[in-house]
């Protein structure tokens, strides 16, 4: 069959396999080059397996929750939005969740997800006690800080590379209310805005929708958009009495795919101008429902269709905090001159990182979408080349089309980590067509 990751970019034939027991996944690892798929919401080619894709969707249980730590054990093919109706209405929460809900509890370890509070509690990694990770040869290990550490490390942000992960622990936070205290920032240029995220560093979380078509004084303009679990005294008044119940809501389903036309910089650039004006009359503190703070995205399914047929790829790096200004100044500089397609991306500020190849490091990470064609791919090939300069990085979750050479120019760990693949024999038996593209 044809499969894709959520970017529809690159499209490779593979067969799907759907195991539903453990040991049909241990036959199925046997025959080898096979690689784990959660929900398929990575953009690129990582959970599309070089022979074989194992479609984890059916190991989906929750199997253990214990209220006084808050420590939920479940297998990986479950979605995280099953897990936050299941226990906001209980007053907990994920600890790190990326920009989508529907993504599997296996896929955001393998990715090592970051949230919009990387700056203060760590990605996803922080939030995990162990996981049961099923290598080459079919035998499954638990895998921890204390035991199999070194299996542990490479496994959370090792991209299903490692072995497939059946079962997880991970931490919740508890919450009192389903609400987001929000306190929206409006940054005139890019300067103002990674001001408003130094200035706000004790926020719980940040994150900034830049407007990358703009130039001159306003390069950079942002709405920086802080954001606080409510308690429920603080609610407005009607929200006081269920404080944990989530307000009723339609999502919007994308139809068609969208004919490129619609997509010109002349439109793209009007829709960001709108986008920054809306937000400047949001500007101050308001009360915002979990899932429009953290998912916005969601409430349009399918969106990944606006981008028509061929697909679109993200191009998102993260750049050292002490360079963070000046590589951000040239890759803005570089997308502007292009004028390409590219809609309010995204600008979030990273704590320390960790694992052993984990994408976070302390600094500024930026995402951008663009529609696939020669120009776009040209594009980012030069902005690989400015995060190169600045000793940033690239984060595979995303990546459709990074080259071994950049990867490895960009991060050393790569070396290690296929070496590390090789010597366990993980290589022959977990291959993601994104490994083959980098010689992992
Ligand atoms: C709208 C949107 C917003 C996003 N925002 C963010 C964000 O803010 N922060 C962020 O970090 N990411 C973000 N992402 C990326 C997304 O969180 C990751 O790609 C995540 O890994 C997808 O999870 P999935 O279950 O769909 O995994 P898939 O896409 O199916 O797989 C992703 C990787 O995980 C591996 N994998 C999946 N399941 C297993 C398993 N059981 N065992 C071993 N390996 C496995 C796959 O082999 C693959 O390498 C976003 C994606 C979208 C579409």
């Given amino acids: 069959m044809k ?56 190991f989906n249980r929750m199997i253990a929750f214990d209220p006084d730590t808050g420590q939920l054990v479940a297998e990986a093919g479950l979605l995280l939005s099953d897990v936050i109706d299941t ?23 393998a990715a090592d997800v970051h949230g919009k509070n990387h700056h203060r509690d760590g990605a996803m990694r922080a939030s995990v006690d162990w996981i049961d990770l099923m290598g080459p040869d079919g035998q499954v290990h638990r895998c921890s ?106 999502t919007k389903t994308i139809p068609i795919d969208f004919p490129g036309l619609a997509l010109n910089p002349l439109t793209v650039r009007a829709f960001n101008a709108a986008y920054y004006r809306n937000g400047l009359r949001q500007a101050g503190t308001s009360y915002v429902d979990w899932d429009s703070y953290f998912y916005p995205l969601d409430a349009i399914l399918g969106w990944n269709r606006i981008y028509g047929r061929r697909g679109f790829v993200q ?7 002490q360079v963070a200004n000046t590589g951000l100044h040239a890759l803005l500089d570089e997308i502007a001159a292009a004028r390409a397609g590219c809609f ?20 500024y990470t930026l995402a951008l979408d663009f529609p696939v064609n020669r120009r ?14 600045h000793g940033g990085r690239f984060y595979l979750a995303k990546d459709a089309r990074l080259s071994a050479k950049t990867l490895r120019a960009a991060d050393p760990r790569a070396e290690d980590f296929a070496a590390l693949r090789q010597a366990r024999g993980m290589s022959p038996a977990f291959r993601s067509s994104q490994s083959e593209r980098l010689s992992l």
């Fill in 87 to 109: 226990f906001l209405p209980r007053g907990w929460f994920p600890m790190v969740t990326p920009g989508t809900k529907f993504v599997t509890l296996g896929g955001m370890i």
């Fill in 145 to 250: 800080r204390d035991a199999n550490a070194e299996f542990f490390d490479w496994t959370v942000g090792g991209m299903g590379l490692t072995g497939v992960i059946l079962r997880a622990a991970i931490r919740l936070r508890p919450v009192e209310s389903a609400w987001i205290r929000q306190r929206m920032i409006p940054a005139p240029d890019l300067d103002a805005a990674m001001a408003a995220f130094e200035d706000h560093h004790d926020a719980t979380y940040s994150v900034a929708w830049i407007d990358c078509l703009s130039t001159g004084a306003a390069k950079g303009r942002a709405l920086v958009m802080l954001g606080e679990h409510a308690r429920a005294v603080e609610l407005p008044h009607q929200h006081r009495l269920h404080p944990l119940r989530t307000p009723e809501k339609t």
């Fill in 344 to 363: 309010l991306s995204v600008l979030k500020r990273f704590g320390p990182g960790q694992g052993r190849f984990s994408f976070p490091m302390e600094g």
């Fill in 315 to 321: 191009f998102q790096c993260v750049l050292p905090l």
């Fill in 3 to 58: 499969l894709s990751g959520w970017g529809r970019f690159p499209v490779v034939d593979t067969d799907e396999s759907r195991p539903d027991s453990e040991a049909a996944l241990a036959r199925a690892v046997a025959k080898g080059a096979v690689i784990a798929r959660g929900n398929g919401r990575a953009y690129g080619d990582s959970a599309i397996g070089l022979a074989t894709t194992l479609n984890m969707r059916r």
């Fill in 376 to 389: 776009t791919l040209a594009l980012m090939s030069r902005l690989d080349a400015i995060t190169l300069a």
